[in-house]
Structures are given as structure tokens and as C-alpha cells.
């Protein structure tokens, strides 16, 4: 970085004012370290978070590997580096929600699973499984694409909470739109499963929809 001034670099700006004084494109020209052939790292910094759009650093978790690096300037290495910070964001952000975790209380299990789901860019469906204490024992994947009656059947979905000796469980899938507001397909499948867990003794406890930092609860909005 030659050509920045000393007192504007980066490094030396977080060692002077701490790293809360550092821009989107400061901190990740900090953890990319280098830059590339004729450009410094916080250009390339820069370019990168034009490449993930209006969301600016956010749009960072939106990036696979090979997205990276069709990006000039970016290898293999520097996108790993990339898809680890993406990573290691999520996870800080679902474990300062940990200690507050409830299974009885929406709020709490939609905060813990936020970052996990609203950057996905297609619909997934999470099944959590609790034992009788509401204790997670167990929680999986169990579609990706459309939430649709006719593609999620009660019958797989209660084929995992059986062998994991489940007493209720609580569903959960995302709307790449951010807008959580249920479909009615959601709804259709949410009464199946309903159904089907009460003539085999598994409660359907709720069905949580994530959005962009905001969720629905089946529960909370009484259509349980």
C-alpha cells in the first residue's frame, strides 16, 4: 500500500483508533493483508463489496467460492479467506444469542438461527427436534428449494424425529425475499404436519419463517 499515506492505511488506523474506526472496506483490506498485481488491498477491498451489491458487506454472504474468484484479482487462497470471514460472522452472531435460547420462546430461536438462513437464496427447511424437557436433541435440513406441500412430506420429516426419539418439534424455513410472511403453500403444509404429528404423538410446537432480520411465528400469530 506505497501509494496510501502512512496515517491512512488501514493498519495503522486501527492501531491508532481501535478497529471500530475502520470502514467495511478497511476491515477487510485488514484480513485480506495483500492485494494484487498494481492494486493495493483496499482497492481490491473496494471492488469487492461493489461485486456484492446494495447490501454492501452483507452481500459478502452471499459469495461460493467460485463466485470469488471470477472476481479479478481474487485466487483460491484469498476466496477461502473470504468464505471464512462470511463463516465466522454467522457463527459470532449465533452464539451471542446462545445463553438466551429458549425452545418455548420464538423470539429466541429465531434470533439463534437468523444468520444461519436469511442469506440463503433459495428456501430451506429446517427441522428441530426436542426431547421432553424442549431440549434440542437433534436438527436437520430437510429441503432445499420451494417449501411445498407436494415436495415435504409428514412422512420423511417424522421419520427423523422418530429415531431421535422426539417428543415435539419446531419447523423452520426462509424467505429469500425477507419477507416472512407465510404463503399458502406454508400454511398447507404447515396443517400436514400438524395433523400428522398429532395422530403419531409428536407435537408441531411452531413454525418459524425467516426473513431479513425479521421472522413469523405459526405461534405467536395464533395459527397453531
Given at each position: 500500500?506505497?501509494e496510501i499515506?502512512?496515517?491512512?492505511?488501514?493498519?495503522?488506523?486501527?492501531?491508532?483508533?481501535?478497529?471500530?474506526?475502520?470502514?467495511?472496506?478497511?476491515?477487510?483490506?485488514?484480513?485480506?493483508?495483500?492485494?494484487?498485481?498494481?492494486?493495493?488491498?483496499?482497492?481490491?477491498?473496494?471492488?469487492?463489496?461493489y461485486?456484492?451489491?446494495?447490501?454492501?458487506?452483507?452481500?459478502?454472504?452471499?459469495?461460493?467460492?467460485?463466485?470469488?474468484?471470477?472476481?479479478?484479482?481474487?485466487?483460491?487462497?484469498?476466496?477461502?479467506?473470504?468464505?471464512?470471514?462470511?463463516?465466522?460472522?454467522?457463527?459470532?452472531?449465533?452464539?451471542?444469542?446462545?445463553?438466551?435460547?429458549?425452545?418455548?420462546?420464538?423470539?429466541?430461536?429465531?434470533?439463534?438461527?437468523?444468520?444461519?438462513?436469511?442469506?440463503?437464496?433459495?428456501?430451506?427447511m429446517?427441522?428441530?427436534?426436542?426431547?421432553?424437557?424442549?431440549?434440542?436433541?437433534?436438527?436437520?435440513?430437510?429441503?432445499?428449494?420451494?417449501?411445498?406441500?407436494?415436495?415435504i412430506t409428514?412422512?420423511?420429516?417424522?421419520?427423523?424425529?422418530?429415531?431421535?426419539?422426539?417428543?415435539?418439534?419446531?419447523?423452520?424455513?426462509?424467505?429469500?425475499?425477507?419477507?416472512?410472511?407465510?404463503?399458502?403453500?406454508?400454511?398447507?403444509?404447515?396443517?400436514?404436519?400438524?395433523?400428522?404429528?398429532?395422530?403419531?404423538?409428536?407435537?408441531l410446537?411452531?413454525?418459524?419463517?425467516?426473513?431479513?432480520?425479521?421472522?413469523?411465528?405459526?405461534?405467536?400469530?395464533?395459527?397453531?
Amino acid at each position: 500500500m506505497k501509494e496510501i499515506p502512512e496515517m491512512e492505511r488501514p493498519y495503522e488506523k486501527c492501531e491508532r483508533k481501535g478497529a471500530g474506526s475502520l470502514s467495511d472496506e478497511e476491515l477487510l483490506a485488514v484480513l485480506l493483508r495483500t492485494g494484487t498485481h498494481g492494486e493495493n488491498a483496499l482497492s481490491l477491498a473496494r471492488r469487492i463489496l461493489y461485486h456484492a451489491g446494495e447490501t454492501g458487506i452483507l452481500g459478502i454472504h452471499q459469495f461460493n467460492l467460485e463466485r470469488l474468484q471470477k472476481i479479478k484479482g481474487i485466487g483460491k487462497v484469498k476466496a477461502i479467506q473470504i468464505s471464512c470471514i462470511s463463516e465466522l460472522a454467522k457463527r459470532l452472531a449465533k452464539a451471542s444469542y446462545q445463553d438466551t435460547l429458549s425452545f418455548s420462546c420464538p423470539e429466541t430461536v429465531a434470533k439463534y438461527y437468523m444468520e444461519d438462513m436469511r442469506h440463503e437464496k433459495q428456501e430451506q427447511m429446517k427441522l428441530l427436534m426436542l426431547n421432553s424437557r424442549a431440549k434440542l436433541i437433534g436438527e436437520t435440513n430437510i429441503s432445499k428449494g420451494t417449501v411445498n406441500a407436494s415436495l415435504i412430506t409428514p412422512r420423511e420429516l417424522f421419520i427423523e424425529a422418530l429415531q431421535k426419539n422426539a417428543v415435539s418439534i419446531i419447523i423452520m424455513h426462509n424467505h429469500p425475499s425477507g419477507d416472512p410472511t407465510p404463503s399458502r403453500e406454508d400454511m398447507l403444509t404447515t396443517k400436514r404436519i400438524l395433523d400428522a404429528g398429532a395422530l403419531i404423538g409428536i407435537e408441531l410446537l411452531d413454525h418459524i419463517i425467516i426473513g431479513n432480520n425479521c421472522y413469523i411465528s405459526f405461534r405467536e400469530e395464533g395459527m397453531l
